[in-house]
């Protein structure tokens, strides 16, 4: 188990760029995969995007590919959401989960493999 905790949300104007942060402790990473979701108001939480163990793999939903970048760094504990070209639907609340990392690929974006969440991060998209 580790305890995760998301940073660098905020308010962004229409087309602009946010990066955020999760950073684990309690334990190491690199055993997990490393999922990032967002929800809004009367909607399920969804995966827009994940990567695996290793940072070999990812998942991108498909209303943020070639927008979203997901990338870790194991020796800092840390992964990123690297956001740009961001849209008013893309205003949610932003969680970071880990799950114990699975050799199975296809199964990145499962939500219920995360078993650690962080508790959000507030992102508003406007004009």
């Known amino acids: 188990q580790v305890q995760l905790v998301e940073s660098g949300g905020g308010w962004v104007q229409t087309g602009g760029s946010l990066r955020l942060s999760c950073t684990a402790s309690g334990g190491t990473l690199s055993i997990y995969d490393m999922g990032w979701f967002r929800q809004t108001p009367g909607k399920e939480r969804e995966c827009v995007a994940a990567?695996?163990?290793?940072?070999?793999?990812?998942f991108y939903e498909d209303s943020v590919k070639g927008r979203f970048t997901v990338s870790r760094d194991n020796a800092k504990n840390t992964a990123y959401l690297q956001m740009n070209g961001l849209k008013a639907e893309d205003t949610a609340i932003y969680y970071c989960?880990?799950?114990?990392?699975?050799?199975?690929?296809?199964?990145?974006?499962?939500?219920?493999?995360?078993?650690?969440w962080g508790q959000g991060t507030q992102v508003t998209v406007s004009s």
């Open positions: 989960a880990a799950a114990p990392f699975s050799l199975a690929t296809q199964v990145l974006a499962v939500k219920s493999r995360y078993r650690d």
């Open positions: 990567i695996n163990w290793s940072g070999g793999t990812t």
